[in-house]
């Protein structure tokens, strides 16, 4: 029979592969070589660095991880020594789009924005960022996509590049993966000279990956004034983040914003495809199951005398109360991934109606191209 190792953190995997393999459920941490030795398959997170310490010697096959990043695995030497590697492309798009909607909901609520009109730079235009893009138009901001490698193979669409836009936006959001090396490299793509370059009320959101900013960087042009902002849900050197930087950023989070039921579920029912077809296991369209329902999910919105982006900001953050997030990170640093393995239930937009009194058509076509699944006019 197979052996399978796997995070425990993983959710819904239980019982999925257990009657084709053995599989053994362990903290990322603790994955480590010894564990793997007579492994035929690892399925991880990003926690667990999959690369030649770890993997030198094993019997594993193939490894799966249930996340949108591979950086935690050493691709090259993974190919070069014949084990199969796969992520989860996609599967917490959703969930990072309602991140960043949270924030556009809290720059009315608590900064009293008007977004329309808005510009927003989107850093990345991959599965998270063609939605956050849709997201942002469905509202009426301008949207500047920066994305050179797509920028070089079509040519028939239009795409910025971050120097052309940087003095710009009033938003610049981060959703790339990270890479160190190359003309496109995205290691410390926000440094300072990007940063002095950019309007001094601008609002930067990193929610792909620490180092994409450079945190020391982004202190000084806090400190300066020089930016109006920072949202930020990853970190340089997680899980010890720089909690100066924490005190300093407008809202801070512990790698949460693709942690949505639903995303986690798609990450896993990926993972499960990946090994049924590796090892022919016959459950190719294993689907994940007990998906917790949404608290209340009908947001019953009075629109009379609200703004259209009252209301938007009104139903966004009643579906994710992003603030709560930022609260939890702050009242203890050394949570950080307490808070990312206990993360409570929380559902995407399509988890969500919405019955509008005194709304009108905009509104709900508004509400239903941002992903609420049914909006109600009473």
């Given at each position: 029979m197979l052996k399978i190792v796997a995070d425990n953190k993983i959710p819904f995997l239980k019982g999925a592969l257990e009657p084709y393999a053995?599989?053994?459920?362990?903290?990322g941490a603790e994955i480590n070589n010894e564990v793997l030795k007579d492994a035929d398959a690892l399925v991880t997170r990003t926690r667990t660095k999959c690369n030649a310490s770890s993997l030198a010697d094993t019997k594993v096959k193939i490894i799966t991880s249930a996340t949108i990043g591979f950086d935690h695995i050493d691709t090259e030497w993974c190919e070069q020594n014949n084990i199969s590697w796969t992520n989860a492309p996609g599967c917490n798009s959703e969930s990072v789009k309602q991140y960043v909607g949270a924030v556009l909901a809290l720059l009315v609520d608590e900064k009293g924005w008007r977004l329309a009109g808005k510009s927003i730079a989107v850093v990345g235009v991959g599965n998270v960022g063609s939605k956050v893009s849709e997201m942002a138009r469905a509202i009426g901001m301008t949207v500047y996509?920066?994305?050179p490698p797509r920028a070089i193979v079509e040519k028939n669409k239009r795409f910025y590049t971050l120097d052309e836009v940087v003095d710009k936006a009033d938003i610049i959001t981060f959703h790339t993966p990270l890479t160190r090396t190359g003309e496109d490299k995205t290691f410390h793509l926000c440094d300072q000279a990007l940063l002095s370059n950019m309007k001094k009320n601008t609002i930067i959101i990193n929610s792909?990956?620490?180092?994409?900013?450079d945190g020391k960087s982004l202190k000084q042009a806090l400190q300066k004034d020089l930016i109006g902002g920072a949202v930020l849900d990853v970190w340089e050197h997680e899980p010890s983040i720089d909690s100066e930087l924490l005190e300093m950023v407008w809202i801070g989070t512990p790698h949460i914003a693709g942690y949505s039921q639903d995303g986690k579920a798609n990450g896993t029912q990926m993972s499960v495809q990946a090994i049924s077809r590796f090892f022919k296991l016959g459950i190719d369209d294993w689907e994940a199951t007990g998906i917790p329902q949404?608290?209340?999910p009908t947001i019953t919105i009075d629109?009379?005398?609200?703004?259209k982006e009252e209301v938007l900001a009104k139903a966004i953050l009643h579906s994710y109360p992003l603030k709560s997030d930022d609260a939890d990170l702050r009242s203890d640093l050394g949570r950080f991934e307490y808070l990312r393995g206990a993360y409570p239930v929380r559902r995407e937009f399509q988890a969500y109606a919405v019955r509008l009194l005194k709304g009108n058509a905009g509104l709900k076509d508004t509400l239903l191209k941002i992903g609420f699944s049914r909006v109600d006019t009473v």
């Open positions: 053995q599989v053994h459920y362990l903290p996509e920066v994305d792909s990956r620490g180092e994409v900013v949404a608290k209340e629109a009379g005398g609200c703004t």
